[in-house]
């Protein structure tokens, strides 16, 4: 597992990371969320070795990465900010990584086959669209068939096709007991893919919980009604202390009374009821809800 604790950065008076603790378990896929500049790729960064911290520890199966003999068979990556040389080939460029790790050769024509890669295995990075690069890099990733995958932003550049086979891929994993960090800002993928939800902001952690409690903890769910008269239920409801909010097309989305008692109120005023459905927030409006919450707390 990934054991972060009291992590700290500071890049002169501003500090990126404030002691941030968690821990990402093997068995599922971790999302690891935050607005920009929220320190997600720093921490990612400090979990790799490729920055150093000013306090605490990242450790990935209980050491620090850099005591990692050949770490790409402990850790698969892909950051944002990596690159391989745009001269070098795809098989070229495998090789060398499976060299240096002692990884079987035959792995490379199993990874490239994997992200969809066989056929330009030959060509130049440079000549790669962004797609193409991406899934490169995913490849480098899966190259050592690690315990553990940290993916930043991985998602990037792909086609329909090649989200949907690397939310497969991830999900496989974890159901071998793999563990599985990866940032993204699509929520609606991250809805699809992350069982846990790791939420930090301003470097600081906000929220560490599975997916559907973060939802249901934070998250503002309301019941859509619709009737012939909404104003005469608007004011009712609001009698018994909901919030109600009149739609567009006319409907009223209610928080703060369940279905039932909307149905109930209903009834007693002799109003028919059109439509009643009760609706979840999203991933994506449950995370700007609370982002939102922590700006106007500061």
């Known amino acids: 597992m990934i054991d972060v604790q009291n992590l ?10 404030h ?21 997600k790729s720093t921490t990612m960064r400090m979990m790799l070795g490729l920055t150093r911290p000013d306090d605490g520890s990242a450790r990935i199966g209980g050491r620090a990465y850099r005591e990692l ?24 460029h495998l090789l060398w990584l499976a060299r240096a790790n002692r990884v079987p050769r035959r792995r490379i024509a199993e990874v490239l086959e994997a992200v969809d890669l066989a056929g330009a295995a030959r060509r130049r990075i440079g000549t790669y669209s962004l797609g193409m690069a991406q899934r490169l890099g995913l490849a480098a990733a899966l190259l050592g068939d690690p315990p553990v995958l940290v993916l ?10 090649g989200i949907r086979r690397l939310r497969g891929t991830l999900r496989a994993m974890a159901a071998e007991g793999r563990t599985v960090l990866i940032s993204s ?14 939420v930090i902001h301003r470097g600081r952690l906000v929220a560490d919980t599975g997916m559907g409690e973060f939802l249901r903890r934070h ?55 059109d439509e009643l459905s009760t609706h979840s927030a999203s991933l994506e409006d449950t995370f700007l809800d609370l982002i939102g919450a922590g700006e106007s707390g500061r």
Request: glycine letters at 12%; aromatic letters at 2%.
């Open 152 to 161: 930043d932003e991985p998602v990037n550049g792909l086609d329909a096709e």
């Open 185 to 198: 800002h699509l929520m609606t993928e991250m809805s699809l893919v992350a069982d846990h939800l790791i």
């Open 8 to 17: 700290t950065k500071r890049y002169g008076p501003n500090t990126a990371v």
């Open 219 to 273: 998250g503002r769910s309301h019941v859509r009604v619709r009737t012939p008269d909404p104003g005469r239920l608007a004011r009712e409801l609001e009698r018994h202390g909901a919030a109600v909010t009149r739609t567009a097309d006319g409907s009223l989305a209610v928080e703060g009374l369940p279905a039932a008692d909307i149905s109930h109120r209903a009834a007693v005023c002799g109003l028919p009821l």
């Open 19 to 39: 002691g941030l603790s968690f821990t990402v378990r093997p068995g599922a896929v971790t999302g690891f969320l935050g607005p920009n500049g929220a320190g």
């Open 69 to 92: 003999r050949h770490p790409a068979r402990h850790v698969g990556a892909v950051l944002e900010t990596a690159a391989p040389h745009r001269g070098m080939t795809a098989a070229g």
